[in-house]
Structure formats: C-alpha cells, structure tokens
C-alpha cells in the first residue's frame, strides 16, 4: 500500500493561506481600473484572469508531480539497467544518482519518500528533462529565475513606497491641519520619513519571521475597505440620482480603449499566488492534486467575488471624475471608517515592506550563490600560479575563504541600502499607484505567473495536443504582456 505523505495543512488552511497570499494592497486600485476597461468589459477581464489563474496554477501543480513521477521511473529504469549488467563499470554517474536521491529519499523502512519543489526548481528540473542536452545550462534558467521574482517583487516594493508616502500626506493635511502646499505634506518627503525610520530599519534585520503575524492582519484591512466600501455605497445610493457630475462607462469609446490594456496587467497582478502554491501543497494533509484543484477553483472564485465587489461599488460611487488610482483616495478624510481603514492599511504596508525585500534579498543571494559556485569550477590554483596574476589569486582565496557562498553581511547590507533607495527615488518619480501595479504586471507578473507555469507545463507533460496547448497559451500571454507594456508606455508619454 502506498504510503501517504505526512502534511500537516489541512484544505481549509490552505484556502485561507492562498487567500491571503492573492488579496493584497492591489485591491484598492481594481476600482480605478474598472474606470479604466468599463464597467462590463472589466468584470469580462476579471473573470477571464481568474481562469487564466487557475489553469496555471493547476499546471504548475501537475508540472511538479509528473516531474516526481519522472525521476521516479528514472531511478527504477537506472537500478534495473545496473542489476541487468551487473557490473560496476556500468554503475551511474555520480551526478546523474544524485540528481534522482535528491529529489526521493528512501526512509528507514524501504518507503520512498519525495521532496516536492519550490518554484524555481520546478523551472529547473522541467527544462533538463525537456533539454536533456543542454541540462548542464539549467542553472542559467534559475538565475533568470531568480532575476524575475526579484523584479517582481521589487514593483510591489515601489508599491508600498508609494502607499506609505501618499497616506501620511493625507495624515499630515487632514488629521494634523497642515497646509497642503507644506513641505510636510510633500508626498516625496513622507516617503522618505516612513523609508528611513520604519521600513529600512526593518529590513536590515536577518530575521523577520515576527512580522509573519502581519499578512493575516493585511487581509482583515482589505476585507474591512471592501465592507466599508459597500456599505457607503448603499448609503448613497439615494443621492447617486441627484448627481450630475457622475458619469460611468460601460464599454469603452474606441479612442479609449488603451484603458483595457492598463487595466488588465493590474487584475493580472491581483491573482498571484504563483510563487507560494508550490510549497502549500507540499505541505498538505495527505497531498492529493484533486483536492488540491478544489481549493485553486473556491480561492479564486472567493478572490473574484470580493474583487468584483469592491471594483464595482466602489467605482459606482465617484464615477469617471472622481474616482482615484487609490480608492482610499477618492472618500473624505474626515470620515472616521476611512481613516481607520488608511491607519490600518498604513501600517500594514510599513511592515510588510521588509517581508517582501525578504524574498527579494533572498533571490539576490541565490545569483551570488550561483556566481560564486561558476567562479569556484572555473578558477584552477594552478592556473593562478603559473599566470602569477595578483588579482585572480586574491580572487580565488576569497572564493575559497568564502566557501560557504552565503551572502557576506557588508554585500546584505549593501543590497538592502541599494533596494530600499532605488524603491524610494522611483516612487517619488512614479507616485501614480495604478501605474505602477500595471506597470509590474505586465512585465514581471506575466512573466512569473502566466508565462512560465504555461512553458513548465508544456516541457514536461507527454501529450503533444497539450503541449502544443501549453505553448500557445504561454505565447498569448506573454504577446498580451508585451501590449499592455507598450500601451502603459505610450499611455504614460
């Protein structure tokens, strides 16, 4: 009987934990670009990425288990081939064995046991199967890997930067009375206040798993904006009559329709959860991909639903004049539920900046790993003598003086320093929210969540009818990221 796998999440815990994964701060700028798309079309575009979310996902999910069954046939064909000969000239490479035990272990009692991929190595084992020639090559795929998430992750970076600076503006003016035209409602010099005296302090610390706590938080202020959101908007639905500065569009003009490509790299960003499915469903109470499937099709529908409501009432109530690229934005300050639902998103937002440049950081290093691992196999002791060159013998004792390749603590610094600035001055150059969502969106995010999971699919599924599938939608998608790039660009011209 074949053993189960011991997991702990149960399908509940998951649904929560990839719903809080997927709604994030990226809700609060759906209702813009509903203003964007047009009512219709924009719920068309939010449906259809909702689709385009689970298929991937569910890809993804199927990638990694034929993978697993893959190696599992490779070891049994390999061992076969070994008993059959029976000679140790015949035995495995040393490489070709350790590709096969590192992915199953055998357990004490003869089980086989598998360890289950993150996603950049689902990216890496799917193209040496695919291009078994050219394997040797696969770390260059996870070092694109890796410079992508970085990417991704420095957008949403960005994000945060501007969020932070434009709320405590509107602190500064609304709560504090300043003047408006003071230097202490320059939306440039709060970013840098938050910047340097929360989130960069925080993201020099090597642990941050207390601010784990944060994520359930952020999604209780999101769910708290969506309820205020409706609410209002019932509130003023007797007076949305009476108003003849509202104006709403229900399909764009023809000469707007560079709206839809701004909007849909902003719903695209709103489905990711790309990244973090891999893992929850390696640890789930006896894993099954069925049961897996279930839990993709009810947290996206639940995230479709609250995206759709907070989108359309939220857009209904201030129209094309009115409404903000940060729908927090567009309601009266003086309104106590508004200023609580920005206090709360405030800080949510300053202290999962430094989560986030977690991960970021933690891409950086893997490329440091890499080169330093390239530089190690290329760098020979006796070549270094006999050039007698200065530089590469002090290169060569630093690699080997550093041959546990983490990333040294002065270079971690250095990056965060780097990061966090280079986040500061481009918020401060771009403090357009929605463009930057959009922006990110279309480059990155389709790119990491619909682009690849698309290629990882076709490289190692076995039927041609899905694999020509698999292509031609990772081909479509990527050509959609590639448009609504170049519309944000002309758009922002």
Same mark, same amino acid.
Request: hydrophobic share 50%; with cysteine.
């Given at each position: 009987?074949?053993?189960?796998?011991?997991?702990?999440?149960?399908?509940?815990?998951?649904?929560?934990?990839?719903?809080?994964?997927?709604?994030?701060?990226?809700?609060?700028?759906?209702?813009?670009?509903?203003?964007?798309?047009?009512?219709?079309?924009?719920?068309?575009?939010?449906?259809?990425?909702?689709?385009?979310?689970?298929?991937?996902?569910?890809?993804?999910?199927?990638? =990694?288990?034929?993978?697993?069954?893959?190696?599992?046939?490779?070891?049994?064909?390999?061992?076969?081939?070994?008993?059959?000969?029976?000679?140790?000239?015949?035995?495995?490479?040393?490489?070709?064995?350790?590709?096969?035990?590192?992915?199953?272990?055998?357990?004490?009692?003869?089980?086989?046991?598998?360890?289950?991929?993150?996603?950049?190595?689902?990216?890496?084992?799917?193209?040496?199967?695919?291009?078994?020639?050219?394997?040797?090559?696969?770390?260059?795929?996870?070092?694109?890997?890796?410079?992508?998430?970085?990417?991704?992750?420095?957008?949403?970076?960005?994000?945060?930067?501007?969020?932070?600076?434009?709320?405590?503006?509107?602190?500064?003016?609304?709560?504090?009375?300043?003047?408006?035209?003071?230097?202490?409602? =320059?939306?440039?010099?709060?970013?840098?206040?938050?910047?340097?005296?929360?989130?960069?302090?925080?993201?020099?610390?090597?642990?941050?798993?207390?601010?784990?706590?944060?994520?359930?938080?952020?999604?209780?202020?999101?769910?708290?904006?969506?309820?205020?959101?409706?609410?209002?908007?019932?509130?003023?639905?007797?007076?949305?009559?009476?108003?003849?500065?509202?104006?709403?569009?229900?399909?764009?003009?023809?000469?707007?329709?560079?709206?839809?490509?701004?909007?849909?790299?902003?719903?695209?960003?709103?489905?990711?959860?790309?990244?973090?499915?891999?893992?929850?469903?390696?640890?789930?109470?006896?894993?099954?991909?069925?049961?897996?499937?279930?839990?993709?099709?009810?947290?996206?529908?639940?995230?479709?639903?609250?995206?759709?409501?907070?989108?359309?009432?939220?857009?209904?109530?201030?129209?094309?004049?009115?409404?903000?690229?940060?729908?927090?934005?567009?309601?009266?300050?003086?309104?106590?539920?508004?200023?609580?639902?920005?206090?709360?998103?405030?800080?949510?937002?300053?202290?999962?900046?430094?989560?986030?440049?977690?991960?970021?950081?933690?891409?950086?290093?893997?490329?440091?790993?890499?080169?330093?691992?390239?530089?190690?196999?290329?760098?020979?002791?006796?070549?270094?003598?006999?050039?007698?060159?200065?530089?590469?013998?002090?290169?060569?004792?630093?690699?080997?003086?550093?041959?546990?390749?983490?990333?040294?603590?002065?270079?971690?610094?250095?990056?965060?320093?780097?990061?966090?600035?280079?986040?500061?001055?481009?918020?401060?150059?771009?403090?357009?929210?929605?463009?930057?969502?959009?922006?990110?969106?279309?480059?990155?995010?389709?790119?990491?969540?619909?682009?690849?999971?698309?290629?990882?699919?076709?490289?190692?599924?076995?039927?041609?009818?899905?694999?020509?599938?698999?292509? =031609?939608?990772?081909?479509?998608?990527?050509?959609?990221?590639?448009?609504?790039?170049?519309?944000?660009?002309?758009?922002?011209?």
């Amino acid at each position: 009987m074949k053993k189960q796998h011991k997991g702990i999440a149960s399908p509940f815990n998951i649904f929560l934990n990839l719903s809080n994964t997927i709604i994030g701060a990226g809700t609060l700028t759906i209702p813009y670009s509903f203003s964007q798309s047009g009512i219709l079309l924009g719920c068309f575009l939010l449906f259809s990425v909702s689709i385009l979310s689970i298929i991937t996902l569910i890809m993804l999910i199927q990638s =990694s288990e034929m993978i697993v069954d893959y190696y599992k046939r490779k070891e049994s064909t390999m061992i076969s081939e070994n008993e059959n000969k029976g000679s140790t000239d015949n035995l495995l490479e040393a490489d070709q064995m350790n590709e096969v035990d590192d992915l199953i272990n055998h357990s004490n009692d003869g089980e086989k046991e598998v360890n289950y991929f993150s996603y950049k190595q689902v990216v890496i084992h799917s193209f040496s199967i695919f291009f078994t020639k050219y394997k040797q090559y696969s770390y260059l795929v996870g070092n694109l890997i890796d410079i992508f998430i970085f990417l991704l992750c420095f957008g949403v970076l960005i994000s945060y930067t501007v969020i932070v600076g434009d709320y405590l503006s509107s602190f500064m003016e609304n709560i504090f009375n300043f003047d408006k035209n003071s230097i202490l409602c =320059s939306k440039g010099l709060n970013c840098f206040f938050v910047m340097i005296f929360i989130m960069f302090p925080l993201s020099c610390l090597k642990k941050i798993t207390f601010l784990s706590y944060t994520s359930f938080i952020s999604i209780i202020c999101i769910f708290y904006c969506l309820i205020v959101i409706v609410i209002k908007f019932f509130i003023k639905i007797p007076a949305l009559d009476k108003r003849r500065d509202l104006e709403w569009t229900i399909v764009p003009d023809s000469d707007k329709l560079i709206g839809i490509f701004i909007a849909f790299p902003v719903f695209l960003f709103s489905f990711g959860s790309h990244m973090t499915v891999l893992p929850m469903y390696s640890e789930m109470k006896n894993r099954n991909q069925r049961v897996m499937s279930k839990v993709i099709y009810f947290t996206t529908a639940f995230c479709l639903m609250s995206y759709l409501f907070i989108g359309i009432f939220g857009y209904l109530q201030f129209g094309d004049a009115n409404i903000k690229d940060n729908i927090l934005n567009a309601f009266r300050m003086n309104d106590i539920s508004i200023v609580l639902a920005k206090i709360g998103i405030f800080i949510v937002v300053s202290v999962s900046f430094p989560l986030v440049h977690y991960a970021a950081r933690e891409n950086l290093e893997h490329l440091y790993e890499s080169l330093m691992n390239s530089l190690q196999k290329r760098i020979k002791l006796s070549e270094l003598e006999n050039e007698q060159s200065k530089l590469k013998t002090m290169l060569y004792n630093y690699i080997t003086t550093h041959n546990n390749n983490h990333l040294p603590n002065w270079l971690s610094l250095l990056l965060t320093v780097f990061t966090c600035s280079a986040s500061l001055a481009i918020a401060i150059l771009l403090p357009n929210l929605a463009f930057v969502f959009s922006f990110t969106g279309a480059t990155m995010g389709t790119i990491v969540m619909f682009v690849t999971p698309c290629l990882v699919y076709g490289m190692v599924v076995e039927s041609k009818w899905k694999r020509i599938f698999a292509f =031609s939608l990772a081909t479509f998608n990527l050509l959609l990221g590639c448009i609504s790039t170049v519309a944000l660009v002309i758009e922002r011209i």
